[in-house]
């Protein structure tokens, strides 16, 4: 983390006081999370700095582009096909920008820190205290969710999706960094078309404002959770990402979607990623759910 933090005090002002404030936060906890995944997932300098400027190209392209959605209050018009094509077919930038820019916005977006603590503690400690040991995630990206949970519940294996090559080779990396390759398979398939075996214990964060039709991807999840299974299944609102293609503008849209699925919600966090400066400004906010 140290190292990291030089990098953006010499390199990437804008980013100079990241890592101040989340220590400042989160506290040693966090800091020794950071640390960790920082030493297994680039533990030569080279490849530090290399995840350093992804991280900086990553975060600068958000907000130059929360800045436009702030005036036009749209994502503008893309299709999924051109979103792929754009992003997650594209091995060069999901390797040097997206995937490492994902990974620290772990750690340095608070709110997808507390997103993460949320999954910890009110879905993984549930499935452990349930004995549950196998589950999917879909759209798996960094491999964040399903390393932690694998972490958390040393009897588990899991089966993760995604359509991105560039995301194989990562989340095949980050698990073998931890020894976790054993007990990870991950699937290059379409979560959309894909045929997913019915499981108790299921994880989707940040897919659904990825699609053209994410309704449709929550009917087929129900279908593939067991009675009795849960999901724990997020969104991400007003965050106008390059991938992002379907605007939810408030957390309860995507409740809305989760009932009509037919899906029972048990547990909810909703974290902004700041406090506006004056009402009705769009906030970029998670939405997570625990769901049965
Ligand atoms: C924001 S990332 C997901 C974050 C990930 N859960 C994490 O924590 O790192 C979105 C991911 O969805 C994947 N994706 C997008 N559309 C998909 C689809 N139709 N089927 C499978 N994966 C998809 C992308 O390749 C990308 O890895």
């Known amino acids: 983390?140290?190292?990291?933090?030089?990098?953006?005090?010499?390199?990437?002002?804008?980013?100079?006081?990241?890592?101040?404030?989340?220590?400042?936060?989160?506290?040693?906890?966090?800091?020794?999370?950071?640390?960790?995944?920082?030493?297994?997932?680039?533990?030569?300098?080279?490849?530090?700095?290399?995840?350093?400027?992804?991280?900086?190209?990553?975060?600068?392209?958000?907000?130059?582009?929360?800045?436009?959605?702030?005036?036009?209050?749209?994502?503008?018009?893309?299709?999924?096909?051109?979103?792929?094509?754009?992003?997650?077919?594209?091995?060069?930038?999901?390797?040097?920008?997206?995937?490492?820019?994902?990974?620290?916005?772990?750690?340095?977006?608070?709110?997808?820190?507390?997103?993460?603590?949320?999954?910890?503690?009110?879905?993984?400690?549930?499935?452990?205290?349930a004995g549950g040991t196998s589950f999917v995630e879909v759209a798996a990206g960094t491999g964040m969710y399903s390393r932690r949970l694998l972490q958390l519940i040393p009897e588990a294996s899991g089966r993760g999706f995604d359509l991105s090559p560039a995301v194989k080779a990562f989340v095949d990396h980050h698990m073998a960094a931890y020894g976790l390759n054993g007990r990870y398979r991950l699937e290059l398939q379409d979560a959309t078309t894909a045929v997913i075996a019915p499981t108790d214990w299921l994880v989707c964060v940040e897919l659904l404002e990825h699609l053209e039709d994410p309704a449709g991807l929550l009917a087929s999840l129900r279908a593939v959770l067991r009675p009795g299974g849960k999901a724990f299944i997020t969104a991400a609102i007003n965050a106008p990402n390059a991938d992002h293609i379907y605007l939810y503008r408030d957390p309860q849209e995507v409740i809305d979607q989760l009932y009509g699925a037919g899906f029972g919600l048990q547990q909810a966090f909703i974290g902004p990623a700041f406090v506006p400066r004056s009402l009705g400004v769009p906030v970029p906010t998670v939405a997570a759910f625990v769901v049965s």
């Open 1 to 129: 983390v140290d190292e990291l933090q030089a990098e953006f005090a010499q390199r990437y002002r804008l980013f100079d006081d990241a890592v101040a404030r989340g220590a400042a936060l989160f506290g040693a906890d966090w800091l020794a999370a950071f640390d960790d995944t920082l030493d297994r997932l680039f533990p030569d300098p080279v490849e530090l700095a290399a995840a350093a400027k992804g991280y900086a190209s990553f975060a600068m392209d958000i907000l130059r582009r929360q800045r436009r959605f702030d005036q036009e209050r749209a994502y503008p018009a893309k299709t999924f096909e051109e979103a792929a094509a754009e992003v997650y077919l594209d091995a060069g930038y999901m390797a040097s920008e997206y995937l490492p820019g994902l990974l620290l916005s772990h750690f340095l977006w608070p709110h997808h820190y507390h997103q993460g603590r949320f999954f910890e503690s009110a879905y993984v400690e549930q499935m452990r205290v």
